[in-house]
């Protein structure tokens, strides 16, 4: 298959993506995503995941559900999609993201405790990497929260950054790549 004929077979998920991004906390009922996110650390080295619809390395987690705490949602997120039972260290900070798919993440740092380390439907890829060897198609804004979860611990931090064109590129970019790869 050409890759013209691939990048097309692309546009109906971009399409998706792009509407989500844009529309989904506007719509009645909608609101901005409350997210929470780990830091795994292990004897392997760091914990990312990739996920189906738009490929990059990312830290695993999730939505938080109704009535749950990011302590608990990060735990269980972690579980569903790695296989891996884990223990929260610290809470690295809180990461308010404004602009395209707006979110709140919670991020944690946690240490495995069980587990086999096991792909899921939401992560179809899931591997430990280097802490000095981080691969350059880790999502740009992944590196601060897990810079902050790779250092020792400390007070949490609170950041706001908007999500715009640039992160919208940067994202494309490595999505690209990673398929093309």
């Not at 830290?59 to 990011?70: A, C, N, R, V």
């Not at 890829?125 to 897990?146: G, H, I, K, M, N």
Request: proline content about 9%; glycine content about 10%; charged content about 20%.
């Amino acid at each position: 298959m050409s890759r013209w004929l691939r990048l097309a077979l692309l546009l109906p998920d971009y399409a998706q993506t792009a509407f989500h991004g844009v529309f989904s906390h506007r719509l009645p009922g909608g609101a901005p995503r409350r997210v929470a996110q780990a830091v795994v650390v292990g004897d392997e080295g760091v914990l990312l995941s990739l996920r189906p619809e738009l490929h990059g390395w990312e830290l695993p987690g999730g939505t938080i559900d109704p009535g749950e705490s990011p302590e608990a949602a990060v735990v269980r997120e972690v579980r569903e999609e790695t296989g891996l039972e884990v223990e929260i260290d610290w809470e690295v900070g809180t990461w308010t993201r404004t602009g395209f798919l707006p979110h709140t993440a919670w991020i944690f740092r946690c240490h495995p405790l069980g587990g086999t380390l096991t792909p899921s439907a939401e992560t179809p890829e899931v591997v430990w990497w280097d802490p000095e060897a981080l691969p350059e198609t880790l999502f740009p804004w992944y590196r601060e929260p897990l810079v902050q979860g790779l250092a020792a611990a400390g007070p949490p931090v609170e950041r706001t950054e908007h999500q715009g064109l640039r992160a919208i590129a940067a994202g494309l970019a490595i999505d690209l790549r990673m398929r093309f790869r």
